[in-house]
């Protein structure tokens, strides 16, 4: 099964507070957005990957792993969904509308080889669309005002949305044009009324949100523990 992938980097990364977007930051003489790439690229069945950058993003032209002929950059727009959907467009010139196209974070650059091939695996032999999630499994508390609890939650049935999100091309674009705003793929592909698959993701494939994140990403990577 051949896949594509679609690389959302036009954030900004305000919650990190970085001096530049969290993407362009280097772990082990590489960006966050280098890993990422190449976390997708790791897998021989991804045969390009459609990546969404900032207008006027003068960063990237000075990354190498963008010169890549398997790689498109294309301008993502004001939110993460409009980045995604710009991504799929650039995709359509060299993809079918049945192709598979994986949408992943720039901000998860710990993405593991046998997280992602049990993704596309699963989704090989199942045929509907499947996301990387981690099963929760610290006890959650729900609160109303940001200070006190307000009730526990049952976490038996609770899942924390990873990327990559495995969809079809046509289907993806088609549901992310009818959904409004969502924060991932498969709340569109939900609304559409598609099935969604969940793989187990590692807590290790988190994204790099806040300074803690970036300093876990850096245990990570440094120690070449992803792979
Ligand atoms: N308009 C946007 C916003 C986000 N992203 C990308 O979507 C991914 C996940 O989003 P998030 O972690 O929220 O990144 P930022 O939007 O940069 O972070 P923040 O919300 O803290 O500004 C990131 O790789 C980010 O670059 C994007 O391509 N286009
Ligand atoms: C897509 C995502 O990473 C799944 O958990 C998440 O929704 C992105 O949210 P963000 O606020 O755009 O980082």
């Known amino acids: 099964m051949n896949c594509w992938g679609v690389i959302p980097a036009a954030g900004i990364g305000s919650r990190l507070g970085a001096a530049v977007p969290k993407q362009y930051l280097e772990i082990a003489g590489r960006t966050l957005l280098e890993h990422s790439l190449r976390a997708l690229f790791a897998d021989a069945r991804v045969k390009g990957v459609a990546v969404a950058l900032r207008a006027g993003d003068e960063r990237a032209a000075a990354l190498a792993c963008l010169q890549d002929p398997r790689v498109l950059?294309?301008?993502?727009?004001?939110?993460?969904?409009?980045?995604?959907?710009?991504?799929?467009?650039?995709?359509?010139?060299?993809?079918?509308?049945?192709?598979w196209v994986l949408v992943h974070d720039a901000a998860?650059?710990?993405?593991?080889?046998?997280?992602?091939?049990?993704?596309?695996?699963?989704?090989?032999?199942?045929?509907?669309?499947?996301?990387?999630?981690?099963?929760?499994?610290?006890?959650?508390?729900?609160?109303?005002?940001?200070?006190?609890?307000?009730?526990?939650?049952?976490?038996?049935?609770?899942?924390?949305a990873q990327t990559p999100q495995l969809f079809r091309l046509g289907e993806l674009t088609r549901a992310l044009a009818g959904a409004g705003a969502v924060t991932d793929e498969a709340s569109a592909m939900e609304a559409a009324g598609h099935p969604v698959g969940l793989v187990p993701g590692p807590r290790t494939n988190f994204k790099v949100t806040t300074a803690d994140d970036l300093l876990l990403a850096r245990c990570l990577l440094a120690a070449g523990e992803n792979s």
């Open 73 to 99: 950059r294309v301008e993502g727009g004001a939110e993460r969904a409009d980045s995604v959907a710009a991504g799929l467009a650039a995709l359509g010139e060299r993809a079918a509308e049945d192709d």
């Open 108 to 160: 998860r650059p710990c993405l593991d080889a046998k997280s992602l091939g049990a993704l596309i695996d699963a989704v090989a032999a199942g045929g509907s669309g499947a996301i990387l999630a981690q099963p929760v499994s610290d006890t959650v508390k729900r609160s109303d005002d940001g200070n006190t609890v307000a009730a526990t939650v049952d976490r038996r049935s609770l899942w924390l």
